[in-house]
């Protein structure tokens, strides 16, 4: 019943974020502010309550930390399921951390509209929430489809200059691709139906089919294609730099560090377990795509002039390492998988804070515009610097621990690959130093009176900056959790083999 | 005739009823206020008399008319879309001079017309209840006839009607030379006895023509348009759904009745009908700036996507069919009724507004609207949350379970294009809005209107009670 709750207080919140205005316009911030702490009471009380031992998954016995599982729709079997083991636990804490951060950094960008914009925001995050917490695919599909609308309408309403356009590539390409994997779902729990008679979209019950090897591999590519578009992998990754460059800060700091992680959570809870053989025999094309992504990403950042369109290039370089991981399939590449995951999200949503931060100080996004800036924000300069140096890998934080685990564990499955993917981590530095030379340092070109990081900004980046060292120097923490249920997912995988 | 057979003929008696009443009204005293009351009072009397209806089902009342759990589903369907029909036309025409009285006297012999085609298990049946609906609809769509456009739609739609009717008459009369009879489903066993002759292809094939006339299908579809954009909105509201909702349960009742989803040929046309209406219906909605025109192309498509169940009848039981269809077809009267609600109740004075640019801005101006309006538009999209989901998730799960994926990446490709231009009029309510003002909406049109977007969220969250429903109607049907 938590689990409901935990998504039904942000559907509430957003209703009540909406009403709230007319108490006054910070009313509807300071709304969503409560219920997202509210919300991450909750995670946190699950957190400390729940034994990591206990969090297998992927049996049929499975036992979760929580499960809600009520009828729905009966006439197919389709049924209310949301569950939480140590890795959706993760990626809940993630989405809520980092939910808070989003209103917290439209403080002051957002002044008109704000009760909707508030309310979309929530949705968003219920629609996340609700994804990585179904385990009934036909819920999972519902969830993934409706965190797209409020985030189409947060792009198309407070967005910048080219937004329609952005809005509506992000919609149609997301759309399109989870059309595919609707069908896909849909054949699955048909080839279920031929076999027991029932109806069934159950993750439980859809495990362990038996399925023929060329059906298996069109209904992987169905499910495949979404997620990839979602995580994006090249090739589907047209919509990103758009929808992200044009997105309300809010919007960038959601899209890059939850939005995004959708895909990659579909890719280890659906795609692999669903379909092992197939994913198996379709491990180096999936990998090939990964290193292609990490390459590709940082060349088109490194050439960039907008600050916001170079952070969602490094999005997909990142994310190609997601991709290498999870189709690597092992142990050290799944946990370095889900490490990028969580320090990608913080980091990436930190770097577009900032670059949302310096929009609303010199209305621009363009970086030959600046220059020099380091004496004039100190303070700022000096995040973005710590961020620039996180998202690089730099040893002690979140990024090496996740990149590194990857590297290790793809080494094991493709050398070739991994020699081209590691030179990802030699364009990091490359990509992620320029801006700081570009922006901070070079020649000032342009005075400004700008304004340095204020206590409110001070406050959430001082969050992020102790969950990015928490996350390099003790990931244990979170190894722990996210551990037994990779462990599951492997040895499952590996039994039907 | 037994008494239960009257019982049964109580929908038809009672439009029939309510239409003569109202003539003898506007004879007597011409008031559009109580022509208005008249007709609602007949169509809620059609309606709640139903369940008594339901008590003596199934019946068949004379060779003609079949009472079913399908036909009372769809009868409710229609009298509840006149319901809303009418309370519209009270707000479109209630501000016009001119006598617009005899409108709802059409209207109620257009209900009295699906109603029949829907319990027709007959083609005599069939003609009478399809001409007394189209004949009423010429006189509908025409009935501003000091618009240009809406005289021409009106004879637009009557001769085309003319031909596709002539269609049907002949391809019935080559079916009923080669069998000797009417009844649909005496065809299954004739059938089976004598099997196919060239002969009952080309009359089925005549028949399918004819009834895709009336279903716009492509090639068929190049009235749909202009009849759409000439006629009064109310009165487009009311051919998008009750004609084509009509003729669509006449069309499943006679594919079940004589299990022709067996039968290749009709097979094959089907699926080219269904493919050519799903891309030519997208494509050409894509270049409307005119809501009711970009509608009318979507409608188009639409009824391609209501093909798909059709097409997978050939390797799935009826059963799975016509659930399918009867729950699309719900989500679509709902949405479709709901979308030229909203263009005639934002109407006011003569200039219907139907360029999307009117309604620019309307998120700031008119929120309550501007969500209504969304939401209808999402379910049309089919975007969860919404009715017009669910209704997609059946024909996905009928084409998937045939295995139809040409059919299926037709239908994805289509959806993406729809999605595409239902975000296009999304999109303008949400930008800064123009210098045009907006007139109230009037009330009773805009209630029933608000109870439409109820319902496409409740039945898109929770479609339960409406799936165990349809899925009963879907078993029992033929039984």
Request: aromatic content about 14%.
């Amino acid at each position: 019943m938590i689990l409901f709750w935990l998504i039904f207080i942000l559907l509430l919140g957003g209703g009540l974020a909406w009403y709230g205005e007319r108490r006054g316009p910070k009313m509807p911030g300071w709304i969503s502010l409560g219920v997202l702490a509210l919300d991450l009471l909750l995670v946190a009380g699950i957190w400390i309550g729940s034994e990591p031992s206990l969090a297998l998954t992927g049996a049929q016995d499975a036992s979760w930390i929580l499960d809600f599982n009520v009828a729905w729709i009966s006439r197919f079997g389709i049924n209310f399921h949301l569950a939480l083991d140590g890795l959706s636990l993760l990626l809940v804490a993630l989405t809520v951390f980092l939910g808070m951060m989003a209103v917290a950094c439209s403080w002051t960008e957002i002044t008109e509209r704000v009760g909707f914009f508030h309310f979309n925001l929530l949705w968003t995050l219920a629609g996340v929430l609700g994804v990585f917490l179904a385990l009934d695919l036909f819920l999972f599909f519902f969830f993934w489809e409706m965190m797209i609308i409020p985030m189409f309408l947060l792009i198309a309403i407070w967005g910048h200059e080219n937004r329609i356009y952005a809005s509506i590539k992000f919609f149609l390409f997301t759309q399109v691709t989870s059309l595919l994997m609707l069908a896909a779902i849909l054949g699955l729990v048909y080839v279920r139906y031929k076999n027991t008679g029932t109806f069934s979209f159950d993750y439980g019950d859809l495990l362990n089919l038996q399925l023929d090897p060329a059906l298996s591999l069109w209904l992987m590519l169905g499910f495949f294609i979404a997620f990839v578009t979602k995580l994006p992998g090249v090739p589907f990754h047209t919509w990103l730099p758009d929808a992200h460059t044009q997105a309300p800060t809010a919007g960038s700091v959601i899209l890059a560090g939850v939005l995004l992680k959708t895909g990659a959570y579909g890719l280890l809870r659906f795609v692999v377990p669903l379909f092992p053989d197939a994913a198996q025999s379709f491990a180096t094309p999936a990998m090939t795509l990964g290193v292609v992504s990490i390459l590709y990403g940082a060349h088109m950042a490194f050439a960039q002039t907008d600050v916001k369109r170079l952070v969602a290039y490094t999005s997909i370089s990142h994310m190609g390492f997601i991709l290498v991981g999870i189709f690597a399939w092992n142990e050290w590449a799944l946990q370095g998988a889900v490490m990028t995951m969580l320090a990608h999200g913080i980091s990436s949503a930190a770097l577009f804070i900032i670059a949302g931060a310096l929009q609303e100080r010199m209305h621009t996004r363009d970086m030959r515009c600046m220059g020099g800036l380091w004496p004039e924000v100190p303070r700022l300069a000096a995040i973005a610097l710590f961020f620039s140096i996180a998202a690089l890998g730099m040893p002690g934080l979140g990024n090496f621990i996740g990149e590194f685990l990857v590297l290790i564990g793809s080494y094991r499955a493709d050398v070739t690959l991994t020699v081209f993917a590691s030179l990802g981590l030699i364009a990091a530095p490359v990509y992620s130093l320029i801006v700081i030379q570009k922006v901070f340092h070079a020649e000032q070109r342009e005075t400004h009176r700008l304004w340095d990081f204020g206590r409110r900004e001070m406050t959430l980046m001082g969050f992020m900056i102790v969950a990015m060292v928490w996350m390099g120097v003790y990931p244990q923490s979170m190894l722990d959790l996210s551990e037994p249920v990779l462990e599951n997912l492997d040895q499952l995988v590996r039994f039907r083999n | 005739m037994t008494f239960d057979g009257l019982l049964a003929l109580l929908p038809i008696i009672l439009s029939a009823t309510a239409a003569i009443v109202v003539m003898l009204g506007i004879a007597v005293c011409r008031s559009h206020s109580r022509t208005v009351n008249l007709t609602l009072y007949g169509l809620i009397a059609t309606l709640i008399t139903l369940p008594l209806v339901g008590g003596v089902i199934p019946i068949q009342v004379t060779p003609l008319i079949i009472m079913d759990s399908f036909s009372v589903f769809f009868i409710a369907m229609i009298t509840a879309t006149g319901i809303v029909v009418t309370l519209l036309c009270k707000g479109y025409f209630g501000e016009r001079d001119s006598e617009n009285e005899e409108l709802y006297l059409l209207l109620l012999t257009a209900v009295l017309g699906a109603v029949v085609l829907v319990s027709s298990r007959h083609f005599a049946a069939l003609f009478l209840g399809l001409e007394t609906m189209s004949v009423s609809l010429f006189a509908m769509i025409a009935y501003t006839v000091r618009n240009e456009f809406s005289l021409e739609a009106g004879v637009k739609y009557l001769i085309l009607s003319a031909i596709s009717s002539s269609f049907l008459l002949f391809g019935s009369a080559l079916v009923y030379a080669e069998f000797g009879s009417l009844v649909f489903s005496d065809m299954l066993s004739l059938a089976t006895t004598s099997g196919w002759t060239p002969l009952t292809a080309v009359g089925l094939s005549m028949v399918v023509v004819g009834l895709a006339f009336k279903l716009s299908l492509v090639p068929f579809h190049l009235w749909t348009s202009d009849v759409y954009q000439g006629a009064p909105a109310p009165v487009t509201a009311f051919v998008a759904t009750v004609s084509k909702g009509a003729v669509f349960a006449l069309l499943l009742r006679y594919f079940a009745s004589a299990d022709l989803f067996q039968h290749y040929p009709v097979y094959a046309v089907i699926s080219l009908l269904a493919m050519a209406s799903i891309l030519v219906g997208n494509f050409l909605a894509l270049q409307q700036n005119d809501l009711k025109r970009l509608l009318a192309y979507s409608s188009i498509a639409h009824m391609g996507y209501l093909l798909i169940p059709f097409v997978a009848g050939i390797s799935l039981g009826k059963e799975v069919v016509i659930e399918s269809l009867s729950f699309y077809l719900v989500a679509y009267f709902i949405t479709t009724l709901g979308a030229f609600g909203m263009i005639s109740v934002m109407t006011s004075g003569e200039k219907e507004m139907t360029d999307i640019a009117d309604y620019r801005g309307l998120f700031w101006k008119k929120p309550g609207s501007a969500v209504l309006m969304t939401a209808i538009f999402l379910s049309l999209a089919g975007i969860p949350l919404t009715a017009g989901f669910i209704g997609k998730f059946y024909i996905f799960y009928a084409g998937v379970q045939a295995s139809l994926w040409p059919l299926i990446f037709v239908l994805v490709i289509g959806s993406g294009i729809g999605l595409y231009y239902y975000l296009r009029v999304i999109v303008a309510m949400l930008e800064e809005p123009g210098p045009l003002k907006y007139a109230e909406e009037p009330l009773g049109a805009f209630l029933a209107l608000a109870g439409l977007g109820v319902l496409v969220i409740i039945l898109g969250v929770y479609p339960s009670p409406l799936s165990d429903l349809i899925y009963q109607i879907a078993r029992t049907f033929g039984v």
